[in-house]
């Protein structure tokens, strides 16, 4: 996936200063975290980590609370230049927050922004920000961190920057496998004094039936952030005291023949907003428990957010009578009420885009320790430690030693819980250790454990998280049985003894996966041929070797011209995905695009589903397969040869039957899209760095063996490669 964090931007010289690199408290930073029973998210030795651990559910003993002012602030854009000031957006209020914790979506919406995921209108917004706020006092920006045309910057005030520890930052993009990150969230945590605080800004996806992607968006930003800093496990987002979570979460107001967008807006101008609310897709998913089940919303009194014309307050006149909506919201959670909200508005003033800005203004109540209570503590949990190690040997009850997964799928996890009860008279800390055939890993590939450690009180028990999932990397091997769903698992007991643990799979065979030498001779569909018939052709070496021996030994027809799996995409986009926006840049959906490669594995039915999940399905089949459309042994040539039309042809020629006429058959449905771009907004530089990275697709392990800029500039090349397809006519014969 991609990945753009930005660097710094220049600083005003006296009141905006970069914070320290280190904490004045580095002892007390490393335990601010939201306590989990059984679970061991420190640093240090096991009594450390139960010294930590202790002082956690006692800190209500020794900590006292200080109020905050915490400004959150987003906007959505719409790729404007920052030519209007953000002071009645950031400056509205009475009192100065003392952190301001702004997010921007939709920054820039150059083609140029989402290829090479560099942008100058970082920079620009920055200085107009921190503009505002020299006016008002002296800031530190702590952290900034960026996703395409997602920004999120945090200022604290000067004085408090001696209490921040422990900042870090991550991003999640989302649409069409993450490739170009036009969606997604980023988010910064920090810790001040003893409290938690992680920020989230988000950019889900758009258009008002597109409710099950939005939630798909969040889900997958909500599971994938992750922040890795003096902790042994990572922070996730509710890990922490304080969350606030914003952006455009693109969520609309549902029209009907009753509600039209005409109605919507003439209530909105008439503010009878508590009628609007009922129709509005957050609340309503909220409601059914499928997002945002924890967070709380400040009340909306103001109106809708979107869509606007421009440089006004009018509503959206353009072709499209769009209903407007609130898409930009701000929700919060806190652990004991540690939140409160002050206001929560939108900004009419600010007119340069087609949304409002909007903010919420959050008393805080900020963890202080007082060090003589804390001392204290700390002394009655050493003493009752010093007793407890003093009298027995850990002892565990655990309720499964072996673990079988059937029918496991491409792409679809399968979880069992391994479940540890602390039997004995003392904590116990528990860890997964390596086999000696696994040398510094605990597991396969294809088996995660959550948590990989723990730390168990008397009488406590954890649950263990056992999970399978067969990705695009290890499908391949799995299929030609390099790989087998067969791992032993040590748990291992600090001072006790190791319990081993037996975990086997059955993988059913998938189109996705394998080679496209393979499934040309698959002329029914793969899950009826036999597994060891299956593991012949795919070990099969060469395209005559298929035609010469293979098919004799199990009476195949000769093979087809290219996989009917690749064929069957195609067509179908082909012919219902010609006019569609933003086809390989929007992400389709999870549940659907399970059930289409069903299809393709067992057949029966036609291709069915939303015409994204469609071409979600076509890049992940792509990416997928064992050996690239473009074999590994060609991509040096095709990079050195990226600028010259004539010699990309050549090489094009010089490939397998097979190869050569499944990638001039993309190549041909590629350039028919370019024939709609002027509907469907695509254009060759957008699918030349798409299909440049998938066609000429490197293993995980390749990709870990180069740094960012030579990722970056081999993927240029490949780009260049494909764009030369695209825009030459480089037709060769389909034989």
Not at 290 to 315: C, H, M, R, V
């Amino acid at each position: 996936s991609s990945r753009a964090v930005s660097r710094s931007p220049k600083l005003f010289r006296k009141k905006i200063r970069k914070s320290p690199t280190s904490s004045p408290e580095p002892n007390r930073s490393s335990w601010v975290t939201r306590y989990q029973p059984g679970v061991l998210l420190l640093k240090g030795s096991m009594r450390e980590c139960l010294i930590q651990r202790m002082l956690q559910e006692k800190e209500n003993d020794f900590c006292e609370h200080t109020n905050l002012r915490l400004f959150c602030g987003t906007w959505n854009v719409n790729g404007q230049m920052p030519i209007q000031r953000v002071d009645k957006w950031l400056l509205s209020d009475d009192e100065v927050p003392n952190i301001f914790a702004i997010g921007f979506q939709e920054l820039d919406l150059s083609t140029e922004a989402l290829l090479t995921k560099e942008s100058n209108r970082e920079e620009m917004w920055i200085d107009l920000v921190e503009g505002s706020l020299k006016q008002v006092g002296n800031f530190d920006k702590i952290s900034c961190i960026r996703l395409v045309g997602i920004l999120l910057v945090v200022y604290v005030e000067h004085k408090l920057v001696r209490y921040i520890t422990d900042v870090d930052s991550d991003l999640v993009p989302c649409g069409i496998m993450g490739h170009l990150g036009n969606k997604g969230g980023v988010a910064i945590r920090f810790n001040i004094h003893h409290s938690s605080v992680c920020i989230v800004n988000s950019h889900l996806a758009a258009h008002v039936d597109e409710v099950e992607r939005r939630n798909q968006d969040y889900h997958q930003i909500y599971s994938k952030l992750q922040f890795f800093k003096n902790t042994s496990l990572p922070y996730g987002i509710l890990d922490h005291n304080i969350i606030v979570w914003m952006g455009d979460l693109n969520y609309r107001i549902n029209t009907s023949q009753e509600m039209t967008a005409d109605i919507v807006k003439a209530m909105a101008d008439s503010f009878q907003l508590h009628t609007l609310l009922k129709h509005d897709q957050l609340h309503q998913q909220q409601k059914k428990g499928l997002i945002f089940t924890q967070f709380l919303e400040g009340a909306i009194d103001f109106k809708p957010t979107y869509k606007y014309d421009p440089s006004t307050n009018s509503w959206y006149t353009g072709e499209k009578n769009r209903a407007p909506a609130w898409c930009d919201r701000v929700l919060y959670y806190s652990q004991n009420d540690l939140l409160n909200v002050v206001n929560y508005r939108s900004y009419t003033e600010m007119i340069i885009s087609d949304h409002k800005p909007v903010s919420a203004l959050f008393d805080a109540r900020i963890k202080k320790v007082n060090p003589e209570k804390e001392r204290d503590v700390l002394e009655q949990i050493t003493w009752k430690l010093d007793k407890q190690e003093n009298e027995t040997l850990p002892q565990v009850e655990l309720n499964c030693l072996e673990f079988k997964f059937d029918n496991v799928k491409f792409m679809i996890s399968q979880t069992q819980v391994l479940k540890v009860r602390n039997i004995g008279q003392r904590p116990i800390q528990l860890s997964f250790i390596p086999t000696p055939d696994k040398e510094n890993t605990i597991s396969k590939p294809w088996l995660s454990l959550k948590p990989e450690r723990a730390l168990i009180l008397t009488d406590e028990e954890v649950s263990i998280e056992l999970t399978v999932l067969v990705d695009s990397e290890l499908a391949p091997l799995i299929q030609d049985n390099t790989e087998k769903l067969e791992d032993i698992l040590v748990l291992h007991l600090d001072g006790g003894k190791d319990f081993f643990l037996s975990v086997i799979g059955t993988y059913l065979q998938s189109c996705f996966g394998s080679s496209l030498e393979t499934l040309v001779h698959v002329h029914t569909y793969i899950r009826e041929v036999p597994t060891a018939d299956l593991i012949d052709l795919t070990l099969s070496s060469s395209w005559e070797e298929y035609d010469k021996n293979s098919c004799r030994k199990i009476n195949h027809p000769p093979p087809l011209d290219m996989p009917k799996e690749l064929y069957q995409l195609i067509t179908h986009l082909n012919t219902n995905g010609l006019e569609a926006e933003n086809l390989f840049t929007d992400g389709g959906l999870t549940a659907e695009q399970e059930k289409i490669r069903d299809i393709l594995d067992t057949g029966g039915r036609e291709i069915q589903g939303n015409i994204y999940s469609v071409a979600g399905s076509f890049l992940l089949f792509l990416r997928s397969l064992s050996e690239p459309v473009i074999p590994r042994t060609f991509h040096p040539r095709c990079m050195d040869a990226c600028n010259n039309a004539t010699l990309c042809r050549q090489i094009l020629m010089q490939m397998s039957k097979v190869h050569r006429i499944s990638f001039v058959y993309i190549i041909t449905f590629l350039k028919k899209i370019l024939e709609y771009s002027h509907i469907n907004k695509m254009d060759a530089k957008i699918l030349a760095s798409i299909f440049g990275d998938i066609l000429l697709n490197v293993s995980r392990h390749m990709r870990l063996s180069y740094n960012k800029r030579s990722l970056a500039h081999m993927s240029k090349k490949k780009a260049t490669f494909i764009y030369q397809f695209l825009v030459n006519d480089l037709t060769v014969e389909y034989n």
